[in-house]
């Protein structure tokens, strides 16, 4: 019997997996926004800005942003800059073709990207908390950005104006498994040209940024687990009603 060999060897590769999608470098704990309505709208106001250009996330309709709090004129006002309507779906006028050329490959669709990104170092918005924060400069990449996340991105870096440029720092240390080599230990970053944020304001604005794209993966997630609580109760005063009703059935019976 080698299939269950086969999947057990599989499982036992997948964490090597998530790592190596993830590059190696560990995740940061995104802060919780997921009640801060503040939050949820200046990230949806962020993601218009710099995310839509070149990624579609076309499961979202502008007018669910109600959901947050916003009317239908903040909407309008400050969320569709070229004609798009209000229940149209968020979308990027970028044509697949030119995205492919320009980046060497299409932007993925941002809808769900929070809960693809999941995995056992950490949930998606972990993973996109860190992402968004770990663009440095490598003018050997097309771009001239690179990323500790993911290594050799094809995405440039969308925040820059607001991060500003920024070195990387590696120092060279041994192998532990191997004595012979050296491998390039990650000890910080060094800040070339200053954005429009400090670090503390762009790390905020990141966790805004990263709390909509969780809200947008699952916008009833709230509820479905505000329903679940009131399942779990009904659950527990059916099992104590079903206990009472069979020792009752029972108590006679010897």
Same mark, same amino acid.
């Given at each position: 019997?080698?299939?269950?060999?086969?999947?057990?060897?599989?499982?036992?590769?997948?964490?090597?997996?998530?790592? *190596?999608n993830e590059g190696g470098h560990p995740l940061d704990k995104a802060p919780d926004r997921s009640t801060n309505m503040?939050?949820?709208?200046?990230? #949806?106001?962020?993601?218009?800005?710099?995310?839509?250009?070149?990624?579609?996330?076309?499961?979202?309709?502008?007018?669910?942003l109600k959901d947050l709090g916003l009317t239908e004129d903040q909407i309008k006002s400050n969320l569709l800059f070229?004609?798009?309507?209000?229940?149209?779906?968020?979308?990027?006028?970028?044509? *697949?073709?030119? %995205?492919?050329?320009?980046?060497?490959? /299409?932007?993925?669709?941002?809808? /769900?990207?929070?809960? *693809?990104?999941?995995?056992?170092?950490? +949930?998606?918005?972990?993973?996109?908390?860190?992402?968004?924060?770990?663009?440095?400069?490598?003018? +050997?990449?097309?771009? !001239?950005?690179?990323?500790?996340?993911?290594?050799?991105?094809?995405?440039?870096?969308?925040?820059?104006?607001?991060?500003? %440029?920024?070195?990387?720092?590696?120092?060279?240390?041994?192998?532990?498994?191997?004595?012979?080599?050296?491998?390039?230990?990650?000890? !910080?970053?060094?800040?070339? +040209?200053?954005?429009?944020?400090?670090?503390?304001?762009?790390?905020? %604005?990141? *966790?805004?940024?990263?709390?909509?794209?969780?809200?947008?993966?699952?916008?009833? %997630?709230?509820?479905?687990?505000?329903?679940?609580?009131?399942?779990?109760?009904?659950? #527990?005063?059916? /099992?104590?009603?079903?206990?009472?009703?069979?020792?009752?059935?029972?108590?006679?019976?010897k």
């Open positions: 019997m080698n299939f269950p060999k086969k999947l057990l060897a599989i499982l036992a590769l997948l964490p090597a997996l998530a790592m *190596a503040a939050a949820l709208q200046h990230g #949806a106001k962020l993601f218009v800005n710099y995310c839509l250009n070149c990624h579609n996330a076309s499961s979202m309709r502008y007018n669910r070229t004609g798009e309507k209000v229940g149209e779906m968020m979308t990027t006028s970028m044509k *697949a073709k030119d %995205a492919k050329e320009w980046f060497g490959a /299409v932007p993925p669709d941002l809808s /769900v990207i929070s809960r *693809a990104k999941a995995s056992s170092a950490g +949930t998606g918005g972990d993973y996109l908390y860190t992402y968004l924060r770990t663009f440095y400069k490598d003018d +050997t990449r097309p771009t !001239g950005w690179n990323n500790l996340v993911l290594p050799n991105v094809a995405m440039p870096h969308a925040l820059w104006e607001l991060q500003g %440029a920024r070195n990387v720092k590696m120092v060279e240390e041994k192998d532990p498994h191997d004595a012979g080599k050296t491998v390039h230990k990650f000890v !910080g970053f060094e800040q070339v +040209t200053p954005g429009k944020l400090n670090q503390l304001d762009y790390d905020t %604005a990141v *966790a805004d940024l990263v709390a909509y794209m969780e809200w947008m993966a699952e916008p009833a %997630a709230a509820k479905r687990k505000q329903l679940g609580v009131w399942v779990l109760l009904f659950m #527990a005063c059916f /099992v104590l009603l079903a206990w009472r009703l069979n020792a009752s059935y029972w108590k006679e019976v």
